[in-house]
């Protein structure tokens, strides 16, 4: 069984930034395409961003582009997404998920195959 496990969420200020974390068990991290994806309060679930197994590849959600960086260390087993100037709407949950298709990189949370437990981030204005 694979496992998710997100770090670094937090309260910030607008305009502020965060990096969040998601170290995955296991030895096949390196061949797995990863995606970030959130929840707002009350709402559903979204997509954030994507990013092949290899970081050759990489897709945002319109309301992240130039905002948020995907990033992964496959040596460390982790996924990065980096936020920064955040705003109050950017206020969620943020899931890590990994989809055993690795040169996927799907904006779809249904082809994802495993996720983790959420890490909240929360934006004041």
């Known amino acids: 069984q694979v496992q998710l496990v997100e770090s670094g969420g937090g309260l910030v200020q607008a305009g502020g930034s965060l990096r969040l974390s998601c170290v995955v068990s296991g030895r096949a991290f390196s061949t797995y395409a990863m995606g970030w994806f959130r929840q707002p309060p009350g709402k559903e679930r979204d997509f954030v961003a994507a990013i092949t197994w290899n970081g050759g590849s990489t897709r945002y959600a319109d309301s992240v582009k130039g905002r948020f960086t995907i990033s992964r260390d496959n040596a460390k087993n982790t996924l990065y997404l980096h936020m920064n100037n955040l705003k109050p709407e950017d206020t969620a949950v943020y899931y890590c998920?990994?989809?055993?298709?690795?040169?996927?990189?799907?904006?779809?949370?249904?082809?994802?195959?495993?996720w983790g437990q959420g890490t909240q981030v929360t934006v004041s204005s």
């Open positions: 998920a990994a989809d055993l298709r690795g040169g996927r990189y799907s904006a779809a949370s249904n082809n994802y195959d495993y």
